[in-house]
């Protein structure tokens, strides 16, 4: 049974920086692609950032530039650092990992995110 627990939520003003943490109950080479999904107040979920297992990170446009995923394998840990967060990153954050057959997708329970103005 795949566990992911995510960490490092909180609230932050404007400008101010956060990194989560996404420790997972197996090694990380197990999966495909390791992921961080947002979900706003009223919105939907949407990927924020994904990096796979070759180390290719591909992120939202609203994010380029100021979040950064990483993976620390010897940890089992998927982290995202936020920096120069704004308002409209607000929300609940979620660790998703995709496993190496793709056949299952495994989700935290969220870590929340409030950046003040």
């Known amino acids: 049974q795949v566990q992911l627990v995510e960490s490092g939520g909180g609230l932050v003003q404007a400008g101010g920086s956060l990194r989560l943490s996404c420790a997972a109950s197996v090694n990380l080479f197990l999966f495909s692609t390791m992921a961080w999904y947002r979900q706003a107040p009223g919105g939907q979920r949407e990927l924020v950032a994904s990096v796979t297992a070759g180390r290719s990170t591909n992120y939202v446009d609203s994010v380029k530039g100021r979040f950064t995923i990483s993976t620390d394998n010897a940890k089992n840990t998927v982290y995202l650092q936020m920096n120069s967060l704004k308002p409209e990153d607000t929300g609940v954050y979620y660790c998703?990992?995709?496993?190496?057959?793709?056949?299952?997708?495994?989700w935290g329970q969220g870590t929340q995110v409030t950046v003040s103005s």
């Open positions: 998703n990992t995709l496993s190496r057959s793709r056949l299952n997708d495994y």
